[in-house]
């Protein structure tokens, strides 16, 4: 650990980063007394010689979690300074607060060392160009990703045991509420609400067709409820009906009286401009975390939940092609029996298949049509 005498002129010369971070933004306006205490290193910054018009806060990143900096404008502005040379010392309550992965930390260190910009924290000085300081930064860098990993660990076990019971209170489908004792799932108190759900049951018990349902609703002026699920489900909005809404009825678990837990997984990948993103990728069955069937009252049984879930991958053969989708009809489909809103799609999509040289076949519109652009195939 450096002591003060290694801040020279070079230092005073150029700025003092104060580096303000929360990891969410409960703890922002929870954790008030941490904030003010980040605030105040404005103060060690004028006691170690820096002018007031040479201290620059840092504290675009409230709120964000430091387990990546790609999300974090205020941490890359200040990597950017550093490795321009206009930072003479980046101060923070501790070293957690400026990453919370080693790949992060250890290219602010490297820049750090790069242009001899110290770092200050609660417990002392350092200068990441020094050996010794760098493996005591080095080692803090190492124990806050361990941290952040074990309270990971420990708040997934706990979340996992809870969902192995069918009690871990999740966001449920429409007409589903969460009841007053331990993994309670009851109708929705609105018989309207209930009732809006048993139709489309029985509408394609009768029809077969999801497109069809749909269009009963459309024809009969007749609005879906749409659930809130940060109300537990309790808050309900009437919407006009879509595809989507009926198609996701008939195939989700919930509606069949089986809690389910796990069934998609999200994973981290690289975009077309080298930012790291998320995205939820649905799972197969026999990888789901958590089934257990007759959890709660269903409005269906599971068998008639499978043979709904097979009839409506019957009625929709899917191909994939540079990421758009086209679903429900056959190549036999006479062209002019597609309404000419429809063809406007399609031949936009064979345009696509064929600028791409696609060999696949393409199945146009007979009874049923749907065309979504997604980055992948649908998975039910």
């Known amino acids: 650990m450096t002591d003060h005498t290694a801040i020279g002129p070079e230092h005073l010369r150029r700025a003092a980063f104060v580096y303000i971070r929360q990891s969410s933004l409960a703890q922002v306006e929870t954790n008030t007394e941490s904030t003010r205490r980040q605030y105040a290193l404005v103060d060690q910054a004028l006691r170690l010689g820096w002018p007031q018009t040479a201290v620059a806060v840092v504290d675009d990143d409230l709120g964000l979690s430091g387990a990546q900096a790609t999300a974090r404008s205020g941490f890359a502005h200040m990597a950017t300074e550093v490795a321009m040379g206009r930072v003479g010392i980046v101060l923070c309550l ?84 969460w009841g007053e004792a331990d993994g309670e799932i009851v109708f929705h108190p609105d018989e309207a609400v209930v009732n809006a759900i048993r139709i ?132 036999h489909t006479p062209r002019a029996a597609i309404p000419g809103c429809v063809q406007h799609h399609l031949d936009a999509v064979a345009e696509f298949l064929k600028a791409r040289g696609s060999d696949l076949p393409f199945w146009q519109v007979t009874d049923q049509y749907r065309l979504a652009v997604k980055s992948r195939p649908f998975a039910e």
């Open 94 to 177: 501790e070293v957690s607060r400026l990453a919370r992965n080693n790949a992060d930390w250890y290219r602010l260190l490297d820049l750090c060392a790069l242009t001899r910009t110290l770092i200050a924290d609660t417990d002392g000085l350092y200068h990441p160009g020094d050996f010794n300081d760098r493996l005591v930064l080095g080692l803090k860098g190492t124990m806050s990703e361990a941290e952040l990993h074990i309270l990971r660990a420990r708040l997934d076990g706990g979340i996992r045991h809870k969902a192995a019971r069918g009690e871990l209170r999740r966001g449920l489908p429409t007409g589903l509420v």
């Open 200 to 331: 489309v049951f029985e509408r394609f018990a009768e029809t077969g067709s999801v497109r069809r349902v749909w269009l009963w609703f459309r024809s009969n002026n007749l609005l879906f409820p749409l659930q809130d699920t940060q109300s537990l489900g309790r808050e309900v909005r009437w919407v006009v009906p879509t595809y989507h809404a009926i198609h996701g009825v008939l195939v989700h678990p919930g509606y069949a009286g089986a809690y389910t837990y796990g069934r998609t997984r999200f994973e981290r990948y690289i975009d077309d401009q080298g930012i790291m993103r998320s995205r939820s990728r649905r799972l197969p069955r026999d990888q789901w975390s958590v089934l257990i069937r007759d959890h709660h009252p269903g409005f269906i049984d599971w068998e008639t939940y499978e043979a709904n879930r097979a009839a409506v991958r019957t009625l929709a053969p899917r191909v994939s092609i540079g990421g758009v989708i086209a679903v429900e009809g056959n190549e």
